[in-house]
């Protein structure tokens, strides 16, 4: 099982969070006008990376915070947590 330390409560079992998906993932700007491709890349193309990732976690039975949690795919080592706001 995974421990995960959310940043506004502390180490906490992977059971009260939630897998939330790629962090690294942009919207597109507001008013701008974009292809249809480029909407369905966002909203439904994602990577599969094998190793490092950056990804979204909310901490669902704690603060309910959004949180994002930089975490080995293979190993499952989280290396370090951040609030959802901080840059990266
Ligand atoms: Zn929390």
Redesign the pocket.
């Known amino acids: 099982m995974l421990h995960i330390k959310?940043p506004?409560?502390g180490l906490?079992s992977q059971n009260e969070f939630t897998y939330g998906g790629d962090a690294t993932v942009k919207r597109p700007e507001l008013n701008k006008e974009i292809s249809d491709q480029e909407w369905d890349n966002f909203v439904y193309l994602r990577k599969s990376p094998r190793g490092n990732h950056l990804e979204l976690w909310q901490?669902i039975s704690?603060?309910r915070?959004w949180?994002k949690v930089e975490r080995d795919t293979l190993t499952h080592e989280i290396f370090k947590t951040f609030k959802a706001n901080e840059e990266v």
């Open positions: 959310c506004h409560c906490r901490h704690g603060c915070q949180i």
